[in-house]
């Protein structure tokens, strides 16, 4: 007899415990995988300025930043979901001589440009892709 009622505890005990592991909902972690893809042009002129263009698919959005050397952030915008062209120009005349960094990311992608200011000669911008997820 204390078998038997041992018997169907165990059993009680296993259909509970199976069907509550059933029920439960699990969430995977997700990676975003559609971020919005975007191209962009960067050009300066000899009076210091510098010209960021970007164009960008709807859906996700895209970070721009200007940071010294030391990473500190002197220009951040973040175009939303739905804007599709960014057009801007930053005035870099008053910065120091040294090498800045221009950084475009949608968050899978990163895009960065080295900007080199050198106020004794005519001001440069010198482009370079340094990293591309």
Do not use: W
């Not at 968050?107 to 010198?126: C, P």
Request: charged share 20%; no cysteine; proline share 2%.
């Amino acid at each position: 007899m204390k078998t038997l009622i041992k018997s169907l505890a165990l059993t009680i005990l296993t259909g509970i415990a199976t069907t509550s592991f059933s029920l439960a909902e699990t969430k995977p972690i997700v990676r975003p995988t559609a971020a919005a893809s975007f191209k962009t042009g960067v050009y300066s002129t000899p009076s210091g300025k510098l010209h960021i263009s970007l164009d960008k698919q709807t859906g996700g959005t895209v970070d721009v930043r200007l940071k010294d050397a030391k990473g500190t952030v002197l220009y951040s915008e973040r175009l939303g979901r739905n804007e599709t062209r960014y057009r801007t120009r930053l005035d870099l005349s008053e910065l120091e001589n040294g090498t800045y960094e221009l950084e475009m990311t949608n968050g899978v992608e990163t895009t960065r440009q080295t900007v080199v200011i050198n106020a004794q000669q005519q001001r440069i911008v010198n482009i370079q892709l340094l990293a591309a997820n």
